[in-house]
């Protein structure tokens, strides 16, 4: 099934080969790991697909010199293994957060969602701060930073959501963004208590948008 595997073109072929090849389970480890040397391209991707979901792989396993692959298919799947790996995840998603491959930030920006080391921190910042990065991604890495409640992230959050004052002298908000609401949300959730951010987040809750006023839901801000 393997050389099956390797000649595949056909995307379902691949698919149902991969699955049956899954099935397997455990004994078959050994074997996927000893095609990597002989492998390259959408090959070596598909055996790094495979790994993900068997059990077994051994103490001594490690994916690290895919991470680095010319091949992006070959470098999503090994950082998408490496997550999997209490060893190398912490810096497996340093380097995939700093990767020029959409998926591969994709990847690693929601697995940071699920625990964001310290020293991925900065990595997510300027990430956040990148105004070139698809807005997508960008208000993606925004939640991520509110997420990581560190002391780091509370200036840029409030840079992106405070539009400064009226001529009145009341708070005003930014204009409304998938950025804007990333970082609101992340306020709300994470320093509503805070004197910084709590007249931005009443700001937000007198607001005459229905959709700004949930997004700060039941945040109690310290005026």
Same mark, same amino acid.
């Given at each position: 099934?393997?050389?099956?595997?390797?000649?595949?073109?056909?995307?379902?072929?691949? =698919?149902?080969?991969?699955?049956?090849?899954?099935?397997?389970?455990?004994?078959?480890?050994?074997?996927?790991?000893? =095609?990597?040397?002989?492998?390259?391209?959408?090959?070596?991707?598909?055996?790094?697909?495979?790994?993900?979901?068997?059990?077994?792989?051994?103490?001594?396993?490690?994916?690290?010199?895919?991470?680095?692959?010319?091949?992006?298919?070959?470098?999503?799947?090994?950082?998408?293994?490496?997550?999997?790996?209490?060893?190398?995840?912490?810096?497996?998603?340093?380097?995939?957060?700093?990767?020029?491959?959409?998926?591969?930030?994709?990847?690693?920006?929601? #697995?940071?969602?699920?625990?964001?080391?310290? #020293?991925?921190?900065?990595?997510?910042?300027?990430?956040?701060?990148?105004?070139?990065?698809?807005?997508?991604?960008?208000?993606?890495?925004?939640?991520?930073?509110?997420?990581?409640?560190?002391?780091?992230?509370?200036?840029?959050?409030?840079?992106?959501?405070?539009?400064?004052?009226?001529?009145?002298?009341?708070?005003?908000?930014?204009?409304?963004?998938?950025?804007?609401?990333?970082?609101?949300?992340?306020?709300?959730? +994470?320093?509503?208590?805070?004197?910084?951010?709590?007249?931005?987040?009443?700001?937000? +809750?007198?607001?005459?948008?229905?959709?700004?006023?949930?997004?700060?839901?039941?945040?109690?801000?310290?005026?």
């Amino acid at each position: 099934m393997l050389d099956a595997l390797a000649t595949a073109e056909s995307r379902a072929t691949r =698919r149902a080969l991969l699955d049956r090849l899954t099935r397997l389970g455990s004994p078959i480890v050994s074997v996927v790991i000893a =095609r990597w040397g002989t492998s390259a391209g959408m090959s070596c991707a598909n055996l790094l697909g495979i790994l993900q979901d068997l059990p077994g792989l051994p103490a001594t396993f490690s994916a690290a010199k895919f991470a680095a692959h010319s091949d992006g298919r070959v470098r999503r799947e090994a950082l998408r293994l490496q997550f999997r790996l209490p060893a190398e995840r912490d810096q497996a998603l340093v380097a995939a957060l700093s990767d020029d491959d959409p998926r591969a930030l994709q990847f690693a920006l929601h #697995a940071a969602r699920q625990g964001c080391p310290a #020293a991925a921190v900065p990595v997510v910042l300027a990430r956040a701060q990148d105004k070139t990065l698809d807005r997508e991604l960008r208000a993606l890495a925004i939640r991520v930073l509110g997420s990581t409640r560190a002391p780091q992230a509370l200036a840029p959050l409030l840079e992106l959501v405070d539009g400064g004052t009226t001529f009145f002298g009341r708070r005003k908000l930014r204009p409304k963004s998938p950025e804007m609401l990333a970082a609101l949300a992340a306020l709300a959730a +994470g320093w509503a208590a805070d004197e910084r951010a709590g007249p931005v987040l009443a700001g937000a +809750g007198r607001s005459d948008d229905p959709e700004i006023r949930a997004t700060v839901g039941g945040a109690k801000p310290k005026r």
